[in-house]
């Protein structure tokens, strides 16, 4: 347990976007940068960053291994469930967690992309985040086949939800952009406010956008940071 400390809680940052378009490289680069403005800060990645859910991504993304749909949505929410704790004692004690995926990417791929019903999706992920929403997400937009071939995955081929179709793919990338339409967070309040980010242009650069945007939000949370070269 995490002794909370004085002081405000902390922020909820998730960077969301199909594969491959540099969340986890921009979650370094935003908790680098957070680190220089002095905010205590921690990266999260889903599925994973618990020990119940590194088991569990490694069943998830084992090519070998066949996963029905609704398994497979079961899956993602437990290790979801077993790291909110985790997340509320960072928040307490006043953390920026970084988030290298959450709840959007189940919203993406297991109801856009595998088919899933969203009210029961929705519903079920509702019980695993237990009425939590981040307090941002950036969906990074990068073309979705470009974001494909960036990952060499150790030269183990693609894992077991990359080799699905194209069309799954496409309709991922899609569902992303449909969140970020004013309409879509209208009628979905649970996932607070998410905001796109250009994810083109080299490392740095992104990391500049990424940075413009969480700033836009709060404007003094990097005034000790030095600018990205
Ligand atoms: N999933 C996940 C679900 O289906 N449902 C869910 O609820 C959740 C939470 C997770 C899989 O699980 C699915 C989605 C995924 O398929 P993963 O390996 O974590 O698996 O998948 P990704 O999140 O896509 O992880 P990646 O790390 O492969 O992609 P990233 O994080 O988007 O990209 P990143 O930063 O690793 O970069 C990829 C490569 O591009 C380079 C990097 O150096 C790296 O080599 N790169 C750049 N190169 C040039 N210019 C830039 N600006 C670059 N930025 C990065």
Redesign the pocket.
């Known amino acids: 347990m995490i002794r909370p400390a004085a002081g405000h809680r902390g922020r909820m940052i998730v960077l969301e ?1 199909a ?8 979650a370094g680069h935003l908790a680098a940068a957070l680190r220089e403005a002095d905010a205590p800060v921690v990266i999260v ?3 994973g960053a618990t020990w119940l859910g590194e088991k569990i991504r490694g069943l ?2 084992d090519a070998r291994v066949d996963i029905e749909p609704p398994a497979e949505a079961f899956l ?1 929410l437990a290790a979801r469930a077993q790291l909110m704790s985790d997340i509320r004692d960072h928040l307490e004690a006043g953390t920026t967690v970084v988030a ?4 959007l ?2 919203y993406a ?2 109801i856009a992309g595998r088919g899933l019903p969203a009210d029961l999706i929705q519903s079920a992920n509702q019980l695993a985040v237990g009425g939590f929403k981040p307090d941002l997400t950036l969906v ?1 937009n990068f073309p979705v086949h470009e ?1 494909l071939g ?3 995955n150790g030269g183990r081929g693609p ?1 077991r ?2 080799q699905a179709s194209a069309a799954f793919h496409e309709s991922v990338a899609a569902a992303f952009q449909e969140f970020l339409t004013p309409e879509w967070q209208r009628a979905h309040p649970e996932c607070g406010p998410v905001a796109g980010v250009d ?1 083109t ?3 740095a650069a ?1 990391a500049r956008k990424v940075i413009a945007t969480v700033t836009e939000w709060w404007p003094s949370l990097f005034e000790s940071a030095p600018l990205l070269g």
């Open positions: 976007g594969e491959g378009v540099g969340k986890t490289t921009q990645r889903e599925p998830l993304l993602f290298d995926r959450f709840f990417s189940t791929y297991q990074l974001g960036r990952k060499g894992d939800i990359e994810a242009g080299t490392e992104v």
